[in-house]
Every structure is written in structure tokens, then in C-alpha cells.
């Protein structure tokens, strides 16, 4: 570690508040590529868990922030701004959503706030207000998304729990319905399950879970944070299941770094959102949703959902070749480019031993290798990590012994 990593890790102890533990400085990016404070490059399977989808510092966006961030980087929602309504048009004509609206927030856990709000100002026109999510999902940090969150863990010492949710096994219909009370407004999931173990939705469940939502007449919420946004080499995860939800949640990728998230729902339950129901102050900002405008024009020019398709696809067969090689290594799971490498075992020593190759991965659940690189990378990138892996399993595979 460096000199310059060090005198930061002391202020770090000092003065920050200690919920992470970074053990890596990184000071540069470009691509798929990070330098650390001694020089050292990195080949980034991460992208910061899946943020920067087009690569660090990619041109088109860095251009857009540079030009925006000398004419106007915030003037709050009490005044008009002249990119956000054309960012949110972009949005919902391209999900083929019907009558898609747009309200812009600046996390993963805001965007999801504001959509169990919308399901809640729905369903409590008749009385009903409880949510149903899934075992092993994850929604975010504040109340209402731990709450909502199906990992205990994330929940505990921070009681009393919100109440209002309820969660049911992932891809289980009959719990589903069983669970289905009169209170109910809505049923909240991930496509893919990500922080949980990259486990993908079965397209026939999610068919089901569309009719119940018809028939009860209650929301289909769906968490896009980390799932959406070209991830599965569609720009919206929905449209990789073709199940169209009531209302979705993104944030993340969807202005490649900096801080943006929001939800999209249909017009019938948007429009109960009348002002000064829901704000936040930065939401849409000018300078985000300049980069964000970017990035969808990055899926519209430069190939990058094909390519997401093509070197998922890729990566996933030859990582296929592992499960045959070791016992401890049992499936490759995903879609696109949101891969797991499934072993029997703790994952983390795993990244670790990749972190010393060179290779930044991430875990999901406590088995599962991530793997979440940017959706531009190359073939000739995905063979340098598939042999790092490699390396690595030969090299996991004789400390297990
Ligand atoms: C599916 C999902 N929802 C919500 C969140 C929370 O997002 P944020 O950390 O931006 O609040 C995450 C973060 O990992 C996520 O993966």
C-alpha cells in the first residue's frame, strides 16, 4: 500500500464513520481499468458495483458533465430545467412502459422510498397498504427498504422494523398468492437477484405475478438498481422477461457515476403523486441528468446492449468450463452481463485471491463470485479475466485442500 493510501487511512479512521473498510486506493480510471495510488493497473469486473456501465470516465459522458457543470449544476425543483422532462421522455418512450412518468431522486434506496410510497398512496385509496417483497432480496438502507429488504441481517440492532412488508420465497408462486391478504398493494422484486446471489426471475413466475397484480388489482414493483440499465443486455431489466411491471426502480448505472435514481410508473398510479406529496432537493439536477442523457444516447450509438448480449454470453460459457473442472465450483448463473460463479463454499477468499491478480470482482449471498464488469468491455478483456479466474480456482483449489 502506498504513502498516499496510508496518511488517507488514518483520516479515514479518524474522522469517518466507520460502517466501511476500504483496503484499496484507486486514483485513476479510464474504461474498464483502475490505477491505485502506487500505479498499479487493474482490469474492473465491478464497475463499481455496477455504476459505471459504459467504463470509467467514458468520453460521452465526461464531455456532457464537462459542458453542463459550466452552465448550470443545480437550481432546485421549484424551477423549471430544461433536461430533466427530456430525460424522463427518453426514459418512458424507450421502455415501451404505457403512459411511463419519471420522478428523479439520487440513490438506489430513494428511488425505492418513492415507489413504496406511489404503491402506498394507491392501495391506501381502499384500505390497503402492506407490501410484499422476497426472501433474500435487497432494496437498500433507510427504513422503509430494510423493511422491505428479504436479509434479516441487514435489519438487526436497528429495530423496530417499519411495518407494512412481508416477505415470501423468490420464484415461488403458490407462497406468493398464499400470501396475498387483503391488505396487500403491491409485490416488489428484483429480475435478478443481485446482492442475494444473482438469482434470475423464471419468466413464467413473473408472467404469473402480473395476472395476480391484474386480478388483485395491486402494483408489480420492480427494483432495477442494480439489474437495469443495460445490465442484462436490455436498457431496462423488464425487457429482457417481456413482463411489463406498474412501476420500476433505477439508480446506479443510469448516469454512470454520478448520483442519480428515480422511479418510473404507469400514469394511473403516477398521477397520484400530486404536488407536494414527494420532493427531494436534488432529484434530476441539470448536471445529472446531463450525464445521464449521455449515457442513453451511449445505448442508442454505440452498440453497447449488443455488446452486453454478445460478451455475456461469452463469458458465461467459458466460465462454464470450471463447474467441470472442480467440485466446489456449481453453476454460472445470470443474464448478460450481471454473472455469479456459484461455489459450495465462502466466495470472498476467492476475490481476494483475484484482487492480487489484478482483477477487481465482487461476492453476492456468501457464495457467489460476481462478476459485474463495464458493458463495454471486450472480448479480448473477458479472456483476461476468465484466465485471472483460473488461475485463481487452481489457486483456491489447493488451499482447500
Ligand atoms: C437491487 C438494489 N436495490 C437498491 C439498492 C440500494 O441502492 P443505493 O445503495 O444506491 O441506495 C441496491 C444497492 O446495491 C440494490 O442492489
Known amino acids: 500500500m502506498g504513502k498516499l493510501f496510508n496518511e488517507t487511512n488514518e483520516k479515514f479512521a479518524k474522522y469517518c464513520v466507520p460502517t466501511y473498510a476500504p483496503a484499496k486506493m484507486f486514483v485513476r480510471g479510464e474504461g474498464a481499468r483502475l490505477w491505485d495510488d502506487e500505479g498499479v493497473e487493474y482490469l474492473d469486473f465491478a464497475a463499481g458495483i455496477s455504476v459505471c456501465n459504459l467504463g470509467h470516465c467514458n468520453e460521452r459522458v465526461s464531455r456532457a458533465i464537462e459542458t453542463q457543470c459550466r452552465r448550470l449544476v443545480h437550481i432546485s425543483n421549484l424551477y423549471m430545467n430544461d433536461l430533466m422532462p427530456v430525460l424522463a421522455e427518453k426514459l418512458a418512450v424507450s421502455s415501451g412502459m404505457p403512459d411511463a412518468q419519471v420522478f428523479f431522486a439520487n440513490s438506489g434506496a430513494e428511488?425505492?422510498?418513492?415507489?413504496?410510497?406511489?404503491?402506498?398512496?394507491?392501495?391506501?385509496?381502499?384500505?390497503?397498504?402492506?407490501?410484499?417483497?422476497?426472501?433474500?432480496?435487497?432494496?437498500?438502507?433507510?427504513?422503509?427498504?430494510?423493511?422491505?429488504?428479504?436479509?434479516?441481517?441487514?435489519?438487526?440492532?436497528?429495530?423496530?422494523?417499519?411495518?407494512?412488508?412481508?416477505?415470501?420465497?423468490?420464484?415461488?408462486?403458490?407462497?406468493?398468492?398464499?400470501?396475498?391478504?387483503?391488505?396487500?398493494?403491491?409485490?416488489?422484486?428484483?429480475?435478478?437477484?443481485?446482492?442475494?446471489?444473482?438469482?434470475?426471475?423464471?419468466?413464467?413466475?413473473?408472467?404469473?405475478?402480473?395476472?395476480?397484480?391484474?386480478?388483485?388489482?395491486?402494483?408489480?414493483?420492480?427494483?432495477?438498481?442494480?439489474?437495469?440499465?443495460?445490465?442484462?443486455?436490455?436498457?431496462?431489466?423488464?425487457?429482457?422477461?417481456?413482463?411489463?411491471?406498474?412501476?420500476?426502480?433505477?439508480?446506479?448505472?443510469?448516469?454512470?457515476?454520478?448520483?442519480?435514481?428515480?422511479?418510473?410508473?404507469?400514469k394511473k398510479f403516477a398521477s397520484l403523486m400530486v404536488v407536494g406529496t414527494h420532493a427531494s432537493t436534488f432529484g434530476g439536477t441539470p448536471l445529472a441528468c446531463a450525464a445521464a442523457l449521455a449515457v442513453q444516447e451511449a445505448f442508442?450509438?454505440?452498440?453497447?446492449?449488443?455488446?452486453?448480449?454478445?460478451?455475456?454470453?461469452?463469458?458465461?460459457?467459458?466460465?462454464?468450463?470450471?463447474?467441470?473442472?472442480?467440485?466446489?465450483?456449481?453453476?454460472?448463473?445470470?443474464k448478460g452481463l450481471m454473472i455469479g460463479l456459484v461455489l459450495n463454499c465462502n466466495a470472498a477468499p476467492l476475490s481476494g485471491i483475484l484482487m492480487k491478480k489484478n482483477l477487481i470482482t465482487l461476492t453476492a449471498g456468501e457464495t457467489v463470485l460476481r462478476l459485474l464488469p463495464p458493458l463495454t468491455i471486450t472480448k479480448a478483456d473477458a479472456d483476461i479475466a476468465v484466465a485471472k479466474i483460473g488461475e485463481a480456482l487452481e489457486e483456491f483449489a489447493k488451499e482447500q485442500k
Open 300 to 334: 442508442d450509438k454505440d452498440g453497447v446492449l449488443e455488446n452486453t448480449i454478445e460478451v455475456g454470453s461469452y463469458i458465461m460459457d467459458k466460465l462454464s468450463a470450471f463447474v467441470d473442472k472442480y467440485d466446489f465450483v456449481q453453476t454460472v448463473r445470470g
Open 111 to 266: 428511488a425505492n422510498e418513492g415507489m413504496i410510497k406511489l404503491a402506498r398512496k394507491y392501495g391506501n385509496q381502499t384500505g390497503r397498504n402492506t407490501i410484499i417483497s422476497m426472501d433474500n432480496s435487497f432494496h437498500g438502507r433507510t427504513l422503509a427498504t430494510l423493511a422491505a429488504t428479504g436479509r434479516a441481517k441487514y435489519r438487526k440492532g436497528f429495530e423496530p422494523d417499519m411495518p407494512g412488508f412481508k416477505q415470501v420465497p423468490f420464484n415461488d408462486f403458490e407462497a406468493l398468492e398464499k400470501a396475498v391478504t387483503p391488505d396487500v398493494c403491491a409485490i416488489m422484486l428484483e429480475m435478478v437477484q443481485g446482492e442475494g446471489g444473482i438469482y434470475p426471475a423464471d419468466v413464467e413466475y413473473l408472467k404469473k405475478v402480473r395476472a395476480l397484480c391484474d386480478e388483485k388489482d395491486i402494483l408489480m414493483l420492480c427494483d432495477e438498481v442494480q439489474c437495469g440499465m443495460g445490465r442484462l443486455g436490455t436498457r431496462f431489466a423488464f425487457q429482457s422477461f417481456g413482463v411489463i411491471p406498474d412501476a420500476i426502480s433505477m439508480a446506479k448505472a443510469i448516469a454512470n457515476g454520478l448520483p442519480m435514481g428515480g422511479f418510473m410508473a404507469r
